[in-house]
């Protein structure tokens, strides 16, 4: 993917994700990724992402 594959140390890296439903086939989700803001490459110059944090509301139809 345009660049050469390194090879990185052990890093522990937490991500969470939650989901409630709620009423008339609504949930709301909450994903948070990289909570310990570990910096590191799966390419040579490609960063991973930061902490991130997504929260947002889901509707099913019938």
Do not use: C, H
């Amino acid at each position: 993917m345009g660049g050469q594959p390194t090879q990185i140390a052990d890093a522990l890296l937490i991500d969470v994700f939650a989901s409630r439903a709620i009423a008339g086939g609504f949930s709301a989700f909450l994903n948070a990724g990289n909570l310990l803001n570990v910096r590191y490459e799966t390419f040579q110059g490609r960063p991973m992402f930061p902490r991130t944090l997504l929260a947002g509301l889901e509707m099913k139809t019938p």
